[in-house]
């Protein structure tokens, strides 16, 4: 399993939101490549970064920032935002992202299949859920989806991973959502999962529960838990 930091960008900076509410953020550094270096420093292998700007604008608009943070550290980052077109992943591949991820567009009628084909691996579809129905547009309104379903389109379009997220326990420090991530293991996908882990002992659950990966943010950055202490559970 394994286990991605999050950075999440707004105007420059790295921050975290509630629920991904942007009235609710809490600012934890002005210098994403310098937060990058410090992850790799405590043994991160891969990270997370989202653009909160790109995913409520709808088109990534943090690809400098980006750029910086994948030409700083060694390690695989996997990035997303506000990713609406072919053009769009394209680009962040170009600004050095080992893996796009795509929510809003995912569930879009051919999209994920033609993207799937011109990308493969390197592109990662999110299903992001509040109370059994798919979020989109930086979780601001509701595709009327049901994760179930969109877990069997997403396979479909020949995806084998997907990234979960449960929008109403992100950032909330609340415990991970095991029964969303068996609904899309039954689909046949492997997931990674993110949203409300607090402890080690979320870590150790998911892990258990199969998950291929693991977003941790708010709890790494308030010290609830230490990424040294994450990784063995994680082997």
Do not use: N
């Not at 991605?4 to 600012?27: E, H, M, N």
């Not at 490549?33 to 997370?48: D, F, P």
């Not at 999209?111 to 989109?136: K, Q």
């Not at 999962?193 to 693991?214: H, W």
Request: overall charge negative; proline content about 4%; hydrophobic content about 50%.
């Amino acid at each position: 399993m394994t286990i991605y930091p999050a950075i999440d960008l707004r105007q420059g900076r790295c921050v975290r939101l509630r629920q991904g509410d942007p009235a609710q953020a809490t600012v934890y550094g002005d210098d994403p490549a310098a937060m990058a270096r410090h992850w790799l420093a405590e043994g991160a292998t891969a990270l997370h970064v989202v653009d909160l700007d790109g995913s409520f604008a709808g088109t990534p608009t943090q690809t400098q920032a980006i750029a910086a943070i994948c030409g700083a550290v060694p390690i695989p980052v996997q990035v997303g935002g506000g990713v609406r077109t072919l053009a769009d992943i394209d680009a962040l591949i170009g600004a050095g992202a080992a893996r796009v991820v795509v929510g809003t567009k995912a569930l879009a009628a051919g999209f994920l299949g033609e993207a799937v084909s011109r990308f493969g691996h390197r592109l990662l579809p999110a299903l992001d859920c509040r109370d059994g129905i798919v979020a989109i547009a930086g979780w601001q309104a509701s595709s009327g989806i049901p994760l179930a379903d969109a877990a069997a389109l997403v396979r479909e379009a020949g995806c084998t991973d997907a990234l979960y997220t449960d929008v109403g326990r992100d950032g909330m420090l609340a415990g991970p959502d095991l029964s969303g991530l068996t609904t899309l293991q039954e689909a046949g996908l492997a997931v990674i999962a993110s949203g409300g882990v607090a402890s080690l002992e979320d870590v150790a659950a998911l892990a258990r529960a199969g998950a291929a990966g693991v977003i941790i943010g708010r709890a790494l950055y308030d010290g609830k838990v230490r990424l040294k202490d994450v990784l063995p559970l994680a082997r």
